[in-house]
Structures are given as C-alpha cells and as structure tokens.
C-alpha cells in the first residue's frame, strides 16, 4: 500500500520559512517522479514544483520561482519544499504527489499517489 505523509506545515509570518516535508513508502521511491500542488480555498489544485527521479531536474511555478526549492534524499525515501520568503496568497493545504511516469509534469492527472496534504497558512 503506497502512503505520502506530508509534514511541516503551521503557521509563519508573512517574509519566514517552512520546510515541508514527504514521506513515501509502499513503492520504489527512485523510480518516481515527485511533485508539491496546492490547493487554496475555493480554487483550484495548483501546481507548486516537481523533482526528477535522480534529483538532477527540478522546475517551479513562476508564483514562487526564487523561492521555493524543491529536493530530494532516495536513501530517505523523502521529498521536501524548502519555502522562503513566504506570501499570504501562499496560504494553501500543500500536497505531495508520485508518479511512475510524467509526460506532462505540471498536470495533476499524470500522477498516480497523493498524500493528504498539510495546511500552510502565512499571515500579513
């Protein structure tokens, strides 16, 4: 049974840091592309950054280009987002997400694992 636990969301002032973290198990970690969505309410999931198997390749939304980092320890079977400089409009439940094989890596339904999200709220 594949799970993805996320933790480290909470509440920050708005300029601090969290460092979000993933942690999958149930499938071979390696073999799968990871991703963060966000979802803020009333909107959409949105896609938040992606991470290539090996860890070589990573890409951002241009929302938090600069500020998000995206990483990723296969020995530790763990994906994390580094978020700097944090906004209120980054307030969102943050997900994380697996897939054996993205064509389109920004597009929710290329993956086939969710976890159940951690709520981050940034005040003003």
């Known amino acids: 049974q594949v799970q993805l636990v996320e933790s480290g969301g909470g509440l920050v002032q708005g300029g601090g840091s969290l460092r979000l973290s993933c942690a999958a198990s149930?499938?071979?970690?390696?073999?799968?592309?990871m991703a963060w969505f966000r979802q803020a309410p009333g909107k959409e999931r949105e896609f938040v950054g992606y991470?290539?198997?090996?860890?070589?390749?990573?890409d951002v939304a241009d929302s938090v280009k600069g500020r998000f980092t995206i990483s990723r320890d296969n020995a530790k079977n763990t994906v994390y987002l580094q978020m700097n400089s944090l906004k209120p409009e980054d307030t969102a439940v943050y997900y994380c997400a697996a897939a054996r094989k993205a064509t389109s890596v920004r597009l929710r339904r290329e993956y086939d694992y969710w976890g159940q999200g951690t709520q981050v709220t940034v005040s003003s």
């Open positions: 149930g499938l071979t970690f390696s073999l799968h592309v």
């Open positions: 991470i290539s198997r090996s860890g070589g390749s990573t």
